[in-house]
């Protein structure tokens, strides 16, 4: 049994189609065919029934995988302590973002922990919070960058910075005279939300405190902000946005911003992995990066961080 026969394995059971599985191993589909055989020989059981189409992982196979992906996950720790004894930051690495982060975080420090860290191989990828966190269990990623906390056991949070709720309010909103927001003036029935699936939807959520039992008159299914300030602008209701979104609208825009009183309802920002931490020394590199960066850009203290997680149904 070796490595590269088990990094076959879990090629198959991922695509669960041999001709796909090769390819994603850079070799021939006889080749890892062979491999897989010979594993389930050493073995004497069956992992793949080959008979089904596509192919289907016996109950045997899938208890085999389970262990195959720790023994992979663990393999790659000797070449990890080698880096980390040697100080050396660089290799390939992969970063996880939740989409309401991307287009105002990624755009602050990307270029700067590039040129710093020249031989780092950065894959940046959106990712939802559910799949970030099974991602980094599960090996596919190295760490992310999430609303936290997430009360993940085998998660380590490190927070980079705290971001405050900014309302925006159109001038027919009931709200728009006002010129700070109290968390009790919300009422989730006219405020415009992400689709399901956001955490910052779960943000605001958990701001209301309470889920309306009013139907609403339309219903939205939008994942990006820059529709909702749109739509809040046609006078279908008011919506929340983080610090960060805001700094970009235009001066016309700004005129229908207001902060909460302190302290502000805000999210936490982290930059979270697996505590069986791989790729140490690119992990803190990116993270004293990120908040140095930030720093200077978002200093908030006097705030109340809200849960990302759905609220708790009474």
């Given amino acids: 049994m070796t490595i590269a026969q088990l990094k076959y394995l879990l ?10 599985a090769s390819q994603q191993c850079h070799v021939t589909q006889p ?14 059981v069956i992992i793949f029934d080959r008979a089904r189409k596509p192919i289907k992982i016996t109950e045997i196979g899938k208890k085999i995988i389970e262990q195959a992906k720790i023994i992979v996950n663990e393999s790659g720790r000797i070449n990890d302590l080698v880096q980390q004894e040697k100080g050396y930051i660089g290799g390939a690495y992969k970063l996880g ?17 590039l040129k ?3 031989e780092v191989q950065l894959e940046v990828v959106e990712i939802s919070t559910e799949q970030m966190i099974e991602a980094i269990m599960e090996g596919k ?17 490190k927070v980079l910075y705290f971001e405050p709720f900014v309302g925006f ?26 689709d399901e699936g956001h955490c ?12 309306s039992t009013e139907p609403k008159q339309f219903d939205l299914k939008i994942g990006n902000f820059d529709a909702l300030i749109k739509m809040s602008k046609e006078g279908l209701g008011m919506t929340l946005l983080p610090y960060l979104q805001t700094e970009d609208l235009c001066d016309k825009d700004k005129k229908y911003l207001r902060n909460f009183k302190k302290p502000e309802p805000a999210r936490e920002v982290s930059l979270i992995h697996s505590k069986d931490l791989f790729k140490k ?5 990116l993270y004293k990066t990120i908040k140095g960066i930030v720093k200077g850009a978002i200093e908030f203290y006097d705030v109340r961080i809200i849960s990302p997680l759905p609220p708790k149904k009474s």
Wanted: aromatic share 6%; glycine share 2%.
């Fill in 11 to 20: 090629a198959v059971a991922k695509h669960l189609n041999f001709t796909k």
């Fill in 31 to 44: 080749t890892l065919s062979m491999q897989i055989q010979k594993l389930e020989d050493e073995l004497g």
């Fill in 97 to 113: 973002i939740i989409p309401t982060i991307v287009p105002t975080l990624l755009p602050m420090f990307l270029k700067t922990f």
């Fill in 116 to 118: 710093k860290y020249p």
């Fill in 141 to 157: 990623i190295d760490a992310g960058i999430a609303a936290t906390p997430l009360e993940e056991p085998k998660i380590e949070e």
């Fill in 169 to 194: 309010i159109p001038e027919t909103h009931r709200l728009f005279q006002k010129k700070e927001l109290d968390e009790q003036d919300l009422d989730v029935k006219d405020i415009l939300l992400l």
């Fill in 200 to 211: 910052f939807r779960d943000n605001i959520l958990n701001i209301c405190r309470m889920l």
């Fill in 281 to 285: 020394n690119i992990t803190n590199a």
